[in-house]
């Protein structure tokens, strides 16, 4: 993979056209158009600019192949994800993600759930919607919810979080590999491709409120992070595309 293809790549991902990547560099989109096709190659500073800008190294730029889209994607699969019972809960702070983490972890510990018999402690999470321009743009808030899938028979010995139950429902599933390499990248790639294949194959997504729109979860296997991506659909069509989840 050339610079200039990886210019052109990064680009394209972030539906950025030539001119405004000119603009935003402070070239001409003559030049824009000359690095994309290796007629020319930027200087340092603006080498620095473009990894700053898409939030890579200027050693990726030169050396490596960005578009690895066929590696870091699995297939998109319609799954029936049997019903659950789970405990959740929300934070508000500048890092949401590991701070709503770290609140389940010690939970998992005082709830008894690390101790109970055949323990499933698989964790989802998504993204808390209902947090404030203001409260993003003044203070740099953003919201995170985190939850464990209680096995059958469960009662926690504490509170400290809310739990509920959702019945069995269709998702529309991709996994990545290695997710954070390229978090600001990867993972919005994967809701986009997913929402492609749904317009594509007569799926609707679902935002009834009944259970959850989209959800992630996050696993290692061998030595390796994955991360699947779930959106709630309903089917028009296409029965057989469905799969039970195992």
């Known amino acids: 993979m050339s610079l200039g293809n990886n210019i052109q790549y990064l680009r394209k991902i972030n539906n950025i056209t030539q001119e405004e990547l000119a603009e935003k560099l402070s070239v001409s989109r003559q ?9 020319a190659y930027p200087e340092i500073p603006k080498l620095v600019e473009i990894g700053n800008l898409f939030r890579c190294n200027i050693d990726e730029l030169l050396k490596e192949d960005l578009d690895k ?18 405990a959740r809960y929300v934070i508000i702070s500048p890092n949401p993600e590991d701070d709503v983490h770290f609140y389940m972890d010690r939970w998992v510990e005082k709830s008894g759930l690390n101790e109970f018999p055949d323990c499933n402690t698989k ?7 209902f947090v404030s ?12 919810v985190a939850a464990n899938i209680l096995p059958d028979g469960f009662e926690p010995k504490c509170g400290g979080v809310e739990i509920v139950s959702q019945e069995t ?30 317009n594509a194959n ?3 997504e679902n ?10 979860h996050v696993y290692e296997k061998e030595s390796v992070t994955y991360m699947e991506v ?17």
């Not at 964790?123 to 919607?129: E, K, L, M, S």
């Not at 321009?133 to 995170?144: D, I, M």
């Not at 790639?189 to 929402?195: D, F, N, Q």
């Not at 009834?208 to 992630?216: D, I, N, P, V």
């Open 31 to 39: 030049t824009i158009s000359k690095w994309e096709i290796n007629q």
């Open 69 to 86: 889209s066929q590696e870091v994607y699995s297939e998109i699969t319609i799954k029936e994800i049997p019903g659950f019972r789970m």
């Open 123 to 129: 964790r989802i999470g998504w993204d808390f919607p």
């Open 133 to 144: 321009a203001e409260q993003q743009s003044r203070f740099g808030l953003n919201g995170y």
């Open 169 to 198: 429902a269709n998702y529309a599933c991709i996994t990545i590999r290695d997710p954070f390499a390229r978090t600001f990248e990867y993972i919005p790639g994967a809701y986009k491709k997913i929402m492609e294949y749904l």
């Open 202 to 204: 007569g799926f609707k």
């Open 207 to 216: 935002v009834s409120g009944e259970y959850l729109s989209y959800f992630e």
């Open 230 to 246: 779930y959106i709630h659909v309903d089917s028009v069509g296409y029965a057989n595309l469905f799969t039970p989840l195992k």
